[in-house]
């Protein structure tokens, strides 16, 4: 996501203006939904809106069209007036077919502009905010659940659901009015039994809202074994090991668990619906049978009788149907503005998109008596860490698995803050650095590093993507990590594509993908090279292959290896042992092999693995 949205150019002025709207942290509702579709497409979405009420609003007209069409007809059939006066009063019932015809047209291409305006200018916004996140938040489940629900498309389906029903309304209105003037008793009965309906369908929304929150961890669940069945990369082990018959029933498991919950739901809510729709058909009956006395002593004409059953009916229908839907749809829609609006507040960091500046020098590390613990854990990872780091020498820093290693390095690139103690580069507390000031300091293999399916050259270059990356450093790169007669045998070199989603891409193995992961951190011009067990699948004989190689390539950087074997150990000055969340022992291997402490024994139970 960061690097999607440091590589898109959409700081153009209006766009910067409406992202600071977008953006800001407060409480949002409904009708934020709808000025923010209103910024993204002005004038698309004035023309959808005023469509939409003129439209509905000229419905209440076309009942007296069409009475005086029918009446008019049937003057003629009493030969009361000529076959002219048919066509006249014909006419304005064309015009009528024809605007409804056209408007909905239109509104067809405004929904298409208000779409695209929400992709370009709304749903960039949102990642950015995604990017910005920090990353406590994406290793919080019910956090993974909510980002999960955010999408920008759901802030024009908000604005289609509100100035539909507002045009349902005008319709409604102008419906009622026609009727107090012939039955006004039916009038009030229609807004008397429209009240519980209101009431039934807000309530439905919110529970089904709720139900589709309660099952978001289910869903994910069910969407990961859906991926393990469809996707490539599992296919051959799929096919071996024939586990596609259990993975099955656990995807069907977690799917019947969601359908269950929502269905339950649903028909908790929708009797009642069902039933409140029930008595407005009973009403719009009686209405009928109402307006035929009227119709019979004059005092409405029989084109009038006809045109109201007609649009009655087709109230009553839309009544069951559209506009119950619409008022759930809108008590969902409240329900996703408070979920919006606590996405809008989780902490986030704007410098997370920014470039990075990169430093030109690096004296010295220092964690200073660092404590830490997880968000929403009790267990004290880290309970006093200090080391110093200086510029120019190989550290390793070893200890088992689950001792707090990658934890260090989580905080000193400032993924996260100690809850104690401090962390200093050259002097200066890491929480008083600008963030891409602070990582510009950094280039780090990670032990689950990306794999990106994008091209080759883009691979190497992520890692500092406003650097000129000319084919020149990009080939001395390769060479340094042994791809260069690989990559240039490809017919499109480093333009090459890697993934099998495009249509030329290439495979590469976990060796070459290792290969280009090291590549990338070398082109990133950090001051200190952090290799975080990328090699923990790997043999112990290749890992201390791959960590010569390393020390090779950063014979002048200053470098962290952090591994819970060995291998790392010889090509370092310094190890730190860390065990129980201190550093129990450090040294160079000749000292702590001495010392014949902890690092003594973890080398005599490793020992026969390098031999």
Partial sequence: LRFITLSVPFAERRFIKMKKILLAEKKYNLLDSVFYIFRAAPVASLIYILLQLAGNALVPLSVYITANFLDTVQAYLENSVAIQSVFVSLLPLLIYLVLDWTWYSFQGLCDTKMDNAVSLRLNPLI???????????????????????????NFLWIFRNIITFIGFCVKLIGIIIILFTSVWWAAI?????????????????????????????????????????????????????????????TWKDEYNFSVKKILKTRLKWDLRQRLGSLSIIILTFIIMLSLLFPALDGTITIGMYIALIGNCSQLAFKMQWMFVGKLESIAKDREYC????????????????????????????????VHFTYPGTERKILNGVSFIMESGKHYALVGSNGSGKTTIIKLLTGLYKPDSGEILINGINICDLEYQELVGFFSVVYQDYARYNISIRENLTIGDIQANNSDNQLDDILHKVELFEYVHKL????????????????????????????????????????????????????????????????????????????????LSDIIFVIDEGIIKEQGSRDELLRKGGLYYEMFNSQKEWYQ
């Fill in 127 to 153: 990642l950015q905010k995604k990017a910005q996140l920090d990353y406590k938040h994406y290793e919080n489940d019910a956090t993974a659940d909510l980002l999960k629900r955010i999408d920008s498309n």
């Fill in 491 to 570: 017919p499109d070199g480093y333009d090459t594509k890697i993934g099998k989603v495009y249509e030329n891409g290439i495979d590469m193995s976990g060796g070459e993908w290792q290969k280009i992961a090291l590549g990338r951190a070398i082109n990133r011009p950090g001051q200190l090279f952090i290799l975080d067990e990328p090699t923990a699948a790997l043999s112990p004989q290749t890992e201390s292959k791959l960590y010569e190689k390393f020390g090779y390539i950063t014979k002048d950087k200053t470098t962290l290896f952090i591994s819970h074997r060995l291998g790392s150990t010889k």
């Fill in 189 to 249: 009965l229609i807004v008397i039994f429209f009240i519980p309906t209101v009431s039934i369908a807000t309530k439905s929304g919110k529970a089904n809202y709720q139900a589709n929150v309660e099952i978001s961890k289910n869903q994910r669940k069910a969407d990961y074994y859906s991926g393990i069945l469809e996707s490539r990369e599992a296919a051959a082990e799929r096919i071996l090991f024939q586990y596609s018959g259990q993975v099955n029933e």
């Fill in 338 to 369: 408070r979920e919006f609006s606590k996405f809008i507040l989780l902490s986030s960091n704007p410098d997370y998109t920014k470039s990075p500046r990169f430093a030109d020098i690096l004296l010295k590390i220092e964690f200073k008596d």
